[in-house]
Protein backbone atom coordinates (compact mmCIF):
# COMPACT_ATOMS: atom_id res chain seq x y z
CA UNK A 1 0.00 0.00 0.00
CA UNK A 2 3.19 2.37 0.67
CA UNK A 3 3.97 1.73 -2.73
CA UNK A 4 0.79 2.68 -4.27
CA UNK A 5 0.68 5.68 -2.40
CA UNK A 6 4.09 7.07 -3.41
CA UNK A 7 3.48 6.45 -7.21
CA UNK A 8 0.26 8.28 -7.24
CA UNK A 9 2.21 11.12 -5.12
CA UNK A 10 4.61 10.49 -7.25
CA UNK A 11 2.13 10.80 -10.66
CA UNK A 12 0.17 14.00 -9.25
CA UNK A 13 3.44 15.71 -8.74
CA UNK A 14 4.76 14.58 -12.50
CA UNK A 15 1.09 15.82 -13.88
CA UNK A 16 1.39 19.11 -11.92
CA UNK A 17 5.04 20.05 -12.98
CA UNK A 18 4.42 20.45 -16.90
CA UNK A 19 1.32 22.24 -15.81
CA UNK A 20 3.53 24.89 -13.54
CA UNK A 21 6.13 25.27 -16.21
CA UNK A 22 3.58 25.48 -19.16
CA UNK A 23 1.40 28.20 -17.07
CA UNK A 24 2.33 31.82 -18.87
CA UNK A 25 3.27 34.91 -17.00
CA UNK A 26 0.56 37.34 -15.93
CA UNK A 27 0.94 40.11 -18.76
CA UNK A 28 1.49 43.35 -17.00
CA UNK A 29 -0.97 46.28 -17.74
CA UNK A 30 1.00 48.78 -19.02
CA UNK A 31 2.13 45.63 -21.85
CA UNK A 32 -1.44 45.78 -22.95
CA UNK A 33 -1.61 48.02 -25.61
CA UNK A 34 1.32 45.50 -27.24
CA UNK A 35 -1.05 43.21 -27.63
CA UNK A 36 -2.69 44.42 -30.49
CA UNK A 37 0.34 43.38 -32.57
CA UNK A 38 0.23 39.68 -31.77
CA UNK A 39 -0.51 37.98 -35.40
CA UNK A 40 0.14 38.00 -38.62
CA UNK A 41 -0.29 40.66 -40.87
CA UNK A 42 0.05 41.82 -44.43
CA UNK A 43 0.72 45.09 -45.35
CA UNK A 44 0.05 46.90 -48.63
CA UNK A 45 2.07 50.06 -49.38
CA UNK A 46 3.31 52.83 -51.70
CA UNK A 47 6.58 54.87 -51.86
CA UNK A 48 5.96 58.35 -52.81
CA UNK A 49 7.90 60.06 -55.34
CA UNK A 50 10.55 62.18 -53.13
CA UNK A 51 14.32 63.74 -53.83
CA UNK A 52 15.46 60.47 -52.46
CA UNK A 53 13.07 58.05 -54.10
CA UNK A 54 10.73 57.14 -56.99
CA UNK A 55 7.18 56.08 -56.42
CA UNK A 56 6.55 52.74 -55.90
CA UNK A 57 4.43 49.89 -54.13
CA UNK A 58 5.64 47.33 -51.47
CA UNK A 59 3.80 44.55 -49.07
CA UNK A 60 5.49 43.74 -45.51
CA UNK A 61 4.80 40.74 -43.86
CA UNK A 62 4.79 41.03 -40.14
CA UNK A 63 4.65 38.23 -37.83
CA UNK A 64 4.55 39.57 -33.97
CA UNK A 65 3.89 37.48 -30.88
CA UNK A 66 4.73 37.63 -27.09
CA UNK A 67 8.05 36.52 -25.60
CA UNK A 68 8.29 33.91 -23.81
CA UNK A 69 8.26 35.76 -20.46
CA UNK A 70 5.76 37.89 -21.94
CA UNK A 71 7.78 41.17 -21.07
CA UNK A 72 8.47 42.10 -24.80
CA UNK A 73 5.97 42.13 -28.46
CA UNK A 74 8.57 40.72 -30.96
CA UNK A 75 7.87 41.18 -34.67
CA UNK A 76 9.60 39.66 -37.63
CA UNK A 77 9.43 42.26 -40.80
CA UNK A 78 9.75 40.74 -44.66
CA UNK A 79 9.30 44.05 -46.52
CA UNK A 80 9.45 43.84 -50.41
CA UNK A 81 9.68 46.04 -52.54
CA UNK A 82 11.05 46.91 -56.25
CA UNK A 83 14.46 47.60 -54.48
CA UNK A 84 14.71 44.18 -53.23
CA UNK A 85 13.95 42.30 -49.62
CA UNK A 86 14.60 43.60 -46.18
CA UNK A 87 14.15 41.58 -43.09
CA UNK A 88 13.93 43.02 -39.62
CA UNK A 89 13.28 42.13 -36.56
CA UNK A 90 11.90 44.26 -33.37
CA UNK A 91 10.94 43.94 -30.15
CA UNK A 92 9.23 46.42 -28.20
CA UNK A 93 8.38 47.23 -24.46
CA UNK A 94 7.38 49.23 -21.75
CA UNK A 95 10.05 51.06 -19.70
CA UNK A 96 9.09 50.99 -15.69
CA UNK A 97 12.04 53.32 -14.70
CA UNK A 98 11.36 55.89 -17.47
CA UNK A 99 7.62 55.01 -17.75
CA UNK A 100 7.43 54.87 -21.48
CA UNK A 101 7.57 52.85 -24.60
CA UNK A 102 10.54 51.32 -26.01
CA UNK A 103 10.93 50.30 -29.79
CA UNK A 104 14.45 48.30 -31.01
CA UNK A 105 14.44 47.02 -34.01
CA UNK A 106 18.08 45.14 -36.37
CA UNK A 107 17.98 45.32 -40.23
CA UNK A 108 19.56 42.94 -42.75
CA UNK A 109 19.30 45.22 -45.42
CA UNK A 110 23.20 44.74 -46.17
CA UNK A 111 23.19 41.36 -44.63
CA UNK A 112 25.64 42.77 -41.54
CA UNK A 113 22.67 43.37 -39.21
CA UNK A 114 25.00 46.66 -38.33
CA UNK A 115 22.74 49.37 -38.04
CA UNK A 116 20.21 48.21 -35.41
CA UNK A 117 18.17 51.28 -33.72
CA UNK A 118 16.56 51.88 -30.53
CA UNK A 119 13.68 54.43 -30.15
CA UNK A 120 11.36 55.45 -27.34
CA UNK A 121 7.77 54.74 -28.92
CA UNK A 122 4.70 56.64 -27.89
CA UNK A 123 1.48 55.30 -27.59
CA UNK A 124 -1.88 57.05 -27.59
CA UNK A 125 -5.20 54.93 -28.25
CA UNK A 126 -4.75 53.33 -31.04
CA UNK A 127 -1.65 55.30 -32.20
CA UNK A 128 1.79 54.02 -31.97
CA UNK A 129 5.06 56.04 -33.03
CA UNK A 130 8.54 56.02 -33.39
CA UNK A 131 11.14 58.07 -34.14
CA UNK A 132 14.84 56.89 -36.02
CA UNK A 133 17.47 58.43 -37.92
CA UNK A 134 18.82 57.85 -41.09
CA UNK A 135 21.40 60.30 -43.50
CA UNK A 136 21.17 62.86 -41.15
CA UNK A 137 17.27 62.80 -41.14
CA UNK A 138 14.60 62.42 -38.86
CA UNK A 139 11.70 59.65 -39.69
CA UNK A 140 8.75 58.79 -37.76
CA UNK A 141 6.57 55.28 -38.54
CA UNK A 142 2.90 56.25 -37.55
CA UNK A 143 0.87 52.88 -37.06
CA UNK A 144 -2.94 53.50 -36.54
CA UNK A 145 -5.32 50.99 -35.47
CA UNK A 146 -8.29 51.36 -36.80
CA UNK A 147 -9.88 47.85 -35.09
CA UNK A 148 -7.81 44.69 -33.98
CA UNK A 149 -7.68 43.56 -37.19
CA UNK A 150 -6.58 46.62 -39.25
CA UNK A 151 -4.04 49.35 -38.67
CA UNK A 152 -2.87 52.27 -41.40
CA UNK A 153 1.18 53.15 -41.67
CA UNK A 154 2.84 55.84 -42.46
CA UNK A 155 6.34 57.09 -42.64
CA UNK A 156 7.75 60.86 -42.39
CA UNK A 157 10.95 62.08 -42.87
CA UNK A 158 12.67 65.68 -41.78
CA UNK A 159 15.80 67.26 -41.26
CA UNK A 160 14.37 70.22 -38.90
CA UNK A 161 11.83 68.08 -36.47
CA UNK A 162 9.12 70.82 -37.56
CA UNK A 163 8.59 70.15 -41.30
CA UNK A 164 7.76 66.73 -41.86
CA UNK A 165 7.52 64.73 -45.46
CA UNK A 166 5.38 61.86 -45.88
CA UNK A 167 7.61 58.88 -48.09
CA UNK A 168 4.88 56.29 -47.45
CA UNK A 169 1.79 54.90 -46.41
CA UNK A 170 0.47 51.83 -46.56
CA UNK A 171 -2.43 49.58 -44.74
CA UNK A 172 -1.89 46.19 -42.88
CA UNK A 173 -4.80 43.41 -42.34
CA UNK A 174 -4.37 40.60 -39.66
CA UNK A 175 -4.64 37.32 -41.33
CA UNK A 176 -4.29 35.31 -38.53
Not at 66 to 90: E, H, I, L, Y
Request: glycine share 6%.
Amino acid sequence: MKYVSSVVALAALAGAVPALAGSAPTLRPELEPLGIAAGTWLYHGKDKAVAEQKASQWTWLQECGWSANRAFMTCSFTMNSPDGVVKTQSVSTYNYKDKSYWHYEMFDSDASGADPFISRMTIANNTWINYGKSNKKTYRVVYHYTSPTQVSVLIELTSDNVHWVTVAQGEGVKTS
